[in-house]
Each structure stands twice: as structure tokens, then as C-alpha cells.
């Protein structure tokens, strides 16, 4: 006689039915909706992380190219943070599962970095150079490293699905890039409105904070990971090292593909969010108009968000990201002709803006896929070292992204502008490589990355030939 487990299984089955490879369907909407949730603390912590040079600069007094090279410090411990807590999951065995419990674990830890980052002493000399440094590592390198390496690899706990895991990272997304926007749009109207000071940009990180702790709890009650290696697989998982799981996924081509294309997405959508904020202040100067490139980015955003599983579903998680990144060449090519203009700025900086949607939609599910070709050719997935690039990714990219903009505005020459100097030249040809050159380029390279990109053409008979062998054993 069947059980009521087993029953609902069947009708779970029968109601969700398959997706165009032929597997069992799992997620519903809530499953979709308190999964995305997560995605709030992440990207408050990340989008922070990009505004942290205005803050420093503008409102603290620092030295742009110190604070450029205080946040790549920070990110190179948030490199080596990636792999230990990859191991870590791979090792961990709860009763609530092995990602999943990280969620609760960093809800407290994440409000606190939050705020921290803020909190920075005046008038402190080096020691705010210190201060930044330790509180940014804190944030980055533990807090979001033990959030974001188990809340990718849930994504492989929860389904077998690719057509559910392209769904997956699209809410996440969109609820990630909703913070983004929010801090784009709200971010210095609310803190001039709350005094314009540090303490205003501390009130609304308790803010952001407190909704990053409700999104985690949330996601943490509402998951379940139904797919997570037990065994004889987990037993081989075990004995893999930090040193040869890495190994293996350096002598993964697919890998290293999809991780250079990840850090090259996360330096243009890290300047992108973060760097018109000094094209209003140089270029327009009127600081209001970060605001407005924020709000007019909404619309192709939504247009984004609402068409992106089409696309996926039409042309698959390459194709899309390779016609995403064509979109954004040609739209960062008409800026380059008119870089100082502003209606060809909102116009074309909303193309780029549309391109992005697909591109930071795919890139999970696209790293997860990998762990197919370790099992092929290792026996392993390494499921949680695997998806720990998607945190290392997107450090890496936001970190090169946030320290060159310090970098190249000291290069033109704002810090005189930061101290009430004029706008040179230099300053502008900076901005103007800020906000479109150097993500141009970071388009081309990822095209030419996808171009070659054929690891979804074979996820069908590979996975089929994992489950072969699985079963043989």
C-alpha cells in the first residue's frame, strides 16, 4: 500500500510534469518565491560594496585609489574563502540538509556586517583605511561567502531541472536586481532626506539590514533540498581536498570558461550600477540624475525579467546569454560615439541595461551544469566547490569592478574634484571609461567566450551517462 509520501509524490509528478529533457518538474510558485528572498542580503552586502567608494570618497575624505586598492585586498581574501566554504558544504550533514542551514546560521552575522560598513571612524587617519579593510573582509570574505556558496548550491539540492534552475536564478535575479535598483534610485535622496551625513548612510543601512535578515529567514523556512548527494557519492565527496577539488575543476574546461565569463559579467554589471553616480556628478552635474538613469532602468529591467524565461526556454542558457551580450555591444557602441550625451545615455544605457537581465539570470545554472562534466570525468560532482565560483565570481568581478573605479578616477584626477576642485579632462575621459568603455569590453570578451560554449547541447546524454553508471554500481 502506498504512502501519503508517496502519494503526493505521484501527484506532484503528474501536475508539474517534465521539462523539454524529459525530468521531473518539482518547484512551485512559493518554492520559487521564498528562494529568491535570499537574494536580499546577498545583493545589499554586494551593491553596498559598490557604492562603498562613493561613501568613502565624498562623505569620509579618503583617497580614491587607497580605497580602490582597500577593496581589492578585501576581495582577494574573499578568493580564498570561496574554496574552504565549498569544502564546507560539501562536508556538512544536518538534519536540515547540507546548504541549507547556513542561511539561519548568517542571519545575525550579515545584519551586523551590514551596518559595520559604516560605521567608519572620523577623523582616524590610516586607521580608517584599517577599519575599511577589516569590516569589508568581514562582510565579504566571511558573510557573504557563507551565504552565497550554500544558497548556490541549493540550486542543485532542489532540482534536477535545468529549464527550473534558469527559472530559479531569474527570480533571483530579478529580486536581486530590485535591491539594486532600490539602492540606485532611493540611495541619496533617502540619505540627503536623513541629514546627508554618515549617520543618514547608517540609518539606511539598518534598514537594508533588517530586510536581509527577514529575506534569509524566509528562504531558510521555505527550502527543501530533495536532490543532495548521500552515499557512495558523499563518501567520495569526503575524501576530495580543498587542493584536489580544485584540481579537478581547473582540468574542467567548461569551468574555467564559465568563470572567467562570470568575473567579466560582474566587472560590467559592478560598473554599470555603481559608476553613474559620478557620470551625474561630472558629466550632467546634477547628482539627481543617478536617480533618474535608476528609475528609466526599470523599464527595460521589468521588460527583462518578463521575457528572460522565453528566451531560455526558446534558445537555452548559452544561446541567450550569447544574443544578451551581442544587445550589449551594440548598445554600449552608440554611447561610444555619444558619450556625453544625455538622451542617447538613457536611451542606450537602457539597451545595456536590458542586455544584462539574461546574463545574470543564466550564469547559476550555467556553473551548476558543470558539475556534470566532474562526475564524468572524476566521479564526483564537488557540488559545493563547483558552485562556489559563483561566489568567487561575483567577488572577484565587483571587487575589480569597485577597486578600478578608485583606481581610474584617481587616474583623472577626482580626487581634487572630491575636494571641491574643477572638472578636468581627465576626469571625464575617466567617467566616460567608467561607465562605458571598460564595460564594452567586458561584452566583447564574453561574446567571444560564448561563441564556443557547447556544454548544453550535451547536458542531456551526459547527465543520462552519470545515472548509467550511478545505477551499474
Known sequence: MESKKEKRRKEM??????????IQKVMRAPDYASDALGQIALNSISCLAGQMTFFYTNKMGMAAATVGTVLLIAKIFDAI?????GKIVDKTHTKYGKARPWLLRMVIPSMIAIVALFTVPKGAGNFQYIYALLTNIFASAICYTAIAVPYYTMMAYKTKSSEEKGKMGTFRSAVGYAIGVGLGIGLIPITTALGDDQGAWIKFAVILAILSGVGLFITFKGSKERFAE?????????????????????????????TVFGVCMNVMYAMIMAAPIYYAQCIVGDMGFYSTINTINLIPSI????TVGILINKFGLARTAKYASIIGIAGSAVRCIFPSSVPVTLIFGSVVMYATIPLISVLP???LN??????????????????????????????????????????????AVAAGGEITKGVTTAVYALNIYIPLAMFVIMLIILAKYDLEDKMQALAAENEAKAASK
Open 365 to 367: 545554472a550555467m556553473v
Open 81 to 85: 574563502t570561496d574554496l574552504f566554504m
Open 370 to 415: 558543470t558539475s556534470e562534466v566532474n562526475m564524468k570525468n572524476f566521479g564526483v560532482r564537488i557540488t559545493g566547490m563547483t558552485n562556489a565560483s559563483n561566489s568567487f565570481v561575483g567577488k572577484i568581478g565587483n571587487g575589480l569592478g569597485g577597486s578600478a573605479i578608485g583606481w581610474v578616477l584617481a587616474a583623472g584626477g577626482f580626487d
Open 303 to 306: 521588460i527583462g525579467f518578463l
Open 230 to 258: 548521500e552515499g557512495e557519492e558523499q563518501a567520495k565527496e569526503n575524501e576530495v581536498s580543498i587542493l584536489k577539488g580544485l584540481g579537478m575543476l581547473v582540468k574542467n574546461p567548461y569551468w574555467i570558461k564559465i
Open 13 to 22: 509528478a503528474r501536475e508539474l510534469g517534465k521539462d523539454k529533457d524529459g
